[in-house]
């Protein structure tokens, strides 16, 4: 009697757990809006081919401050910018809700976007969710001759087994397309220096900044501050980018002549 009692309620509590492990949060089934980089970046270098005076909006580390974010995303749209460029960690934790809600945020934009990859949108699979949604880690595109080149330097995230940063992307990106651009952005995640970049090839790193044509500055996020430095004591200018819990980012102003780059405080 007591067997034929219990048989069905285990079979109901498997069933029933089932229903509620039916998801994890670290799967990479990502709903909504997928491929994002690719999209973005053929619509910007579309409508901005040949426009003299460029504004980028540059944000970083958004984490889970929502409600900061939010508001980030509400300033920019005041600020007459023609793209955003997220320099990564976009996420806290890496679960694919997570990027979902972030990139919910972020579309809330009224000008296209790309995002890097941070050190936390690598936990769990993060950096899988990251490819889906968004895609390479190591991406490009230009704009009024200006190459973006937007590199992944989490390195502590592969126990520094991968090339990271990966220098034979660098190496293609100083000659690709070589007709449409003659200035150079560089943008990461993580600077050089850091925990997380691969600190043993730094000086490596630096040399190989100098064959970017026309290199104007390096922008990073990650340490969640506003600064401006020569972080090789020489005249390459790196901007760090604050985090959207310290409210506060940085646009960047592009003409023929050459560059400003204004913190904007919400």
């Known amino acids: 009697m007591k067997q034929r ?15 509620v492990f039916q998801t994890h949060p670290y799967d990479v089934n990502i709903k909504g809006d997928k491929g994002i980089n690719a999209k973005n970046i053929a619509k910007v270098e579309t409508a901005f081919a040949d426009k003299d005076t460029l504004r980028v909006a540059f944000i970083s580390d958004t984490h889970l401050w929502h409600s900061d ?20 960690d976009l996420t806290d934790t890496g679960t694919a809700k997570e990027f979902e809600w972030s990139r919910d945020i972020l579309n809330g934009l009224h000008v296209p976007f790309v995002a890097l990859i941070g050190n936390h949108d690598f936990l769990g699979t993060g ?3 990251y490819g889906v949604m968004y895609g390479k880690m190591d991406f490009s595109f230009i704009v009024s001759r200006v190459k973006f080149v937007c590199l992944n330097t989490n390195a502590t995230e592969y126990d ?6 990966n220098f034979d992307f660098m190496e293609e990106e100083m000659a690709k397309d070589s007709d449409r651009f003659d200035r150079t952005v560089l943008v990461m995640h993580a600077p050089p220096y850091s925990d997380q ?15 970017f044509p026309g290199l104007m500055c390096c922008v990073y996020g990650h340490n969640h501050n506003d600064k401006v430095s020569a972080i090789y004591d020489d005249d390459l200018i790196f901007y760090g980018i604050d985090c959207a819990k310290h409210r506060n980012y940085r646009i960047m102003t592009l003409t023929p002549d050459g560059y400003e780059m204004e913190q904007i405080r919400y």
Request: hydrophobic share 50%; proline share 3%; net charge negative.
């Open 5 to 19: 009692i219990l048989l069905p309620l285990l079979a109901l509590l498997l069933a029933s757990c089932d229903d």
């Open 69 to 88: 974010a939010r508001d980030e995303v509400a300033d920019v749209n005041r600020r007459n910018v023609d793209f955003v460029v997220h320099c990564g």
């Open 127 to 129: 950096d899988q969710a």
């Open 160 to 165: 520094y087994m991968a090339a990271v940063p």
């Open 197 to 211: 970049f691969n600190n043993n090839v730094c000086k490596a790193f630096r040399r190989y900044l100098d064959f």
